[in-house]
Each structure stands twice: as structure tokens, then as C-alpha cells.
């Protein structure tokens, strides 16, 4: 499982039909609304048939040619501007969260919530100034059980990959969540 930060929302201005691989979004014809791509994609053959022995066509721009058949597609909307995203582990967001004083890695049990652009950014600004160097966290294994590590600097290179977020946020007048 991850937590996804990024800004709010913003205003939906068409929709498309994807595999969901970002050049193929780039190159889908755009519809107005949603019932309209909707429409579209139930026209499709073999378009929501996971498995099926019959396949679809590649969609312009797939980046995974030889995958994308296989799968179902989807209704994507398209936003005004295209949002910054940090993508991190369960493990990791508990980290950060605790880093930027949103509870203890115990007790964060709910790993979505919000916040404006400038609470965030005198969070992870403050973050920065009194974390030490994250000398990361090895990797082990016990039996089957593979618990993925961390690599030195982690904390310090997400924290500032989070400031971006913030000002990108602050640019454009919406908050930041994570979920």
C-alpha cells in the first residue's frame, strides 16, 4: 500500500479512455463529459474484459505494448493543470508524517489528511532544519517476509520533494493532501 501527497483537486476538463500509461493519456481523443467517454468506452470490443481470451487493440502512445491488450480501460479525467505527486510506502508516509509532526509512527493509524500550503511548508521547513541525516534503515528477510528498507538521505530527499509540493500548492491557491 502507498500514501499519494499531492494538491487538491482541481477543475476537470475532459475526460479520456486509457490504459492509464501517461503517453496514451497525451494521446486520447478528449470528451466533454464523462457519459460521453463513458459511452465511448462501453463501444469499445473487449475493453473491460480482464482476461478474456480476445484481446483489443493497443491504444497510440501505450508505453506497454505488449501488457496493454490484456487489460481493462478506463474513464480518466483530465484536470486543468497536471498535479505534483509523491508517492511513498505506508511505512515511509508514517515516517514522513512523524517527521513533520502529524503524531507518533505508532499511533498514525489514519494516513490521509490536508493541510493550506503554508502549514506544510513551515512543517517540512522545520522538518529539515532538525532532522539529523536519515542514515536509512536496511532491508531484511525472514522467511517469506520481505520488509523493503531505507535508503541514506530518504528522509532528507522526500522532505524536499514535499517543500516543492508545497510551493507548487502555494502557486496555485490549493491545499495539500495525502491519502
Not at 72 to 98: C, F, M, T, W
Not at 112 to 141: I, W
Request: hydrophobic share 40%; aromatic share 8%.
Amino acid at each position: 500500500m502507498t500514501v499519494t501527497f499531492t494538491a487538491e483537486m482541481g477543475a476537470i476538463v475532459a475526460h479520456v479512455i486509457t490504459c492509464t500509461c501517461k503517453d496514451a493519456v497525451a494521446q486520447a481523443p478528449r470528451f466533454g463529459d464523462y457519459a460521453d467517454a463513458r459511452d465511448a468506452l462501453l463501444a469499445i470490443p473487449f475493453a473491460l474484459d480482464y482476461g478474456s481470451s480476445e484481446h483489443r487493440s493497443v491504444l497510440p502512445g501505450c508505453t506497454e505494448p505488449e501488457l496493454c491488450p490484456d487489460y481493462p480501460l478506463s474513464v480518466h479525467a483530465i484536470e486543468d493543470l497536471e498535479r505534483p505527486e509523491v508517492n511513498v510506502s505506508n511505512l515511509n508516509a508514517a515516517h514522513l508524517l512523524y517527521a513533520l509532526g502529524y503524531g507518533e509512527p505508532g499511533e498514525l493509524d489514519e494516513l490521509f489528511g490536508d493541510a493550506t500550503p503554508e502549514e506544510f511548508r513551515g512543517r517540512v521547513l522545520t522538518a529539515l532544519a532538525l532532522a539529523p541525516v536519515d542514515a536509512g534503515v536496511p532491508s531484511y528477510q525472514d522467511g517469506n517476509w520481505i520488509e523493503g528498507g531505507r535508503r541514506p538521505a530518504y528522509l532528507q530527499d522526500r522532505l524536499t520533494e514535499l517543500l516543492d509540493l508545497a510551493d507548487w500548492c502555494a502557486q496555485h491557491a490549493r491545499p495539500v493532501q495525502w491519502h
